[in-house]
């Protein structure tokens, strides 16, 4: 199975910061990467496919890029409603996998 | 508006069966590949299913051989049967489409929570 390895874990940042969560898989998985946003007691809301490709009605201070096995999603100015926590996953090939997580709080 | 609602988690003792439902709506059903994703509480997400729109299923070895992923598309409604259940099974289920340009998930239903326990 590819495993997801996310950092950090937890991010503590504020209002306005630029933030960088990175996502390594196991091995090659191409661009077949998505990235997911999860609010408490909520259903996870897909952010960015395809590494690089934003969802329809994203807001566009997210970005994603990637380099080999390494992907990062990028929010330019973080914004109050962004606190949340963030997943990974590849499904370049079964068992699709995601990463453990990133929970994004306030500083 | 697309909508998926999940329907028929509860409570279930340890090798039990349990079927789940999703119900589609505002979108052709038939033409999109759909997942099952869960959640334990305070855990991570977990890949269950999936089945194409050709009706090939997939699974992780978690799961197979207990769970079967079947679909009906004069229902619009995809189902998850569940056999043989153990407490790790505990989660919210969510069901999921894959989206139009590739197999990400772009379309969630708000889940349905199963416990398995005595």
């Known amino acids: 199975d590819i495993q997801m390895t996310q950092s950090p874990s937890t991010l503590s940042a504020s209002v306005g910061d630029r933030v960088t969560i990175t996502c390594r898989a196991s091995?090659?998985?191409?661009?077949?990467l998505a990235w997911y946003q999860q609010k408490p007691g909520k259903a996870p809301n897909l952010l960015i496919y395809k590494a690089s490709s934003l969802q329809s009605g994203v807001p566009s201070r997210f970005s994603g890029s990637e380099s080999g096995t390494e992907f990062t999603l990028t929010i330019s100015s973080l914004q109050p409603d962004d606190f949340a926590t963030y997943y990974c996953q590849q499904y370049n090939s079964y068992p699709y996998t995601f990463g453990q997580g990133t929970k994004l709080e306030i500083k | 508006e697309v909508q998926l609602v999940e329907s028929g988690g509860g409570l279930v003792q340890p090798g039990g069966s349990l079927r789940l439902s999703c119900a589609a709506s505002g979108f052709i059903f038939s033409n999109y590949d759909m997942h099952w994703v869960r959640q334990a509480t305070g855990k991570g997400l977990e890949w269950v299913s999936t089945i194409g729109n050709g009706g090939d299923p997939y699974y992780p070895e978690s799961v197979k051989g207990r769970f079967t992923i079947s679909r009906e598309n004069a229902k619009n409604s995809l189902y998850l049967h569940m056999d043989s259940l153990r407490a790790g099974d505990t989660a919210v289920y969510y069901c999921?489409?894959?989206?139009?340009?590739?197999?990400?998930?772009?379309?969630w239903g708000k889940g349905t929570t199963v416990t398995v326990s005595s």
């Open positions: 999921a489409r894959g989206s139009d340009f590739d197999w990400s998930m772009d379309v």
């Open positions: 091995q090659r998985v191409g661009n077949w």
